[in-house]
């Protein structure tokens, strides 16, 4: 049975930092892209960032490219999110998914809440 499970989240003050990270357990997705997601409040879920198993990076806005940060470690099935400066605009439920060999985002962990206070 694949389980995502994220950690890492909690309520920081504007321009704190956090790292997530996403562990993958049940199946080795060393050969499968990683990526995060976030449902910010009364929002849909965006796409944040992806990486995929050599390490190719891609990120949603410009805005996010100079304080977030992916990567991952395939020995151990894991996917990190480094967020630095954060803002009351980074509020919201962060999640890992892993893509099939489709391109579908296919696996998904239960989501940590990053809290940001001014």
């Known amino acids: 049975q694949v389980q995502l499970v994220e950690s890492g989240g909690g309520s920081v003050q504007a321009g704190g930092s956090l790292r997530l990270s996403c562990a993958a357990s049940?199946?080795?997705?060393?050969?499968?892209?990683m990526g995060w997601f976030r449902r910010a409040p009364g929002k849909e879920r965006e796409f944040v960032a992806s990486?995929?198993?050599?390490?190719?990076?891609?990120m949603s806005k410009d805005s996010m490219k100079g304080r977030f940060s992916i990567s991952r470690d395939n020995a151990k099935n894991t996917v990190y999110l480094q967020i630095n400066n954060l803002i009351r605009e980074d509020t919201a439920i962060y999640y890992c998914?892993?893509?099939?060999?489709?391109?579908?985002?296919?696996?998904w962990g239960q989501g940590t809440q990053v809290t940001v206070s001014s």
């Open positions: 998914a892993v893509q099939d060999w489709n391109a579908v985002w296919r696996y």
């Open positions: 049940g199946e080795s997705f060393s050969r499968n892209p």
């Open positions: 990486i995929t198993w050599v390490g190719d990076k891609t």
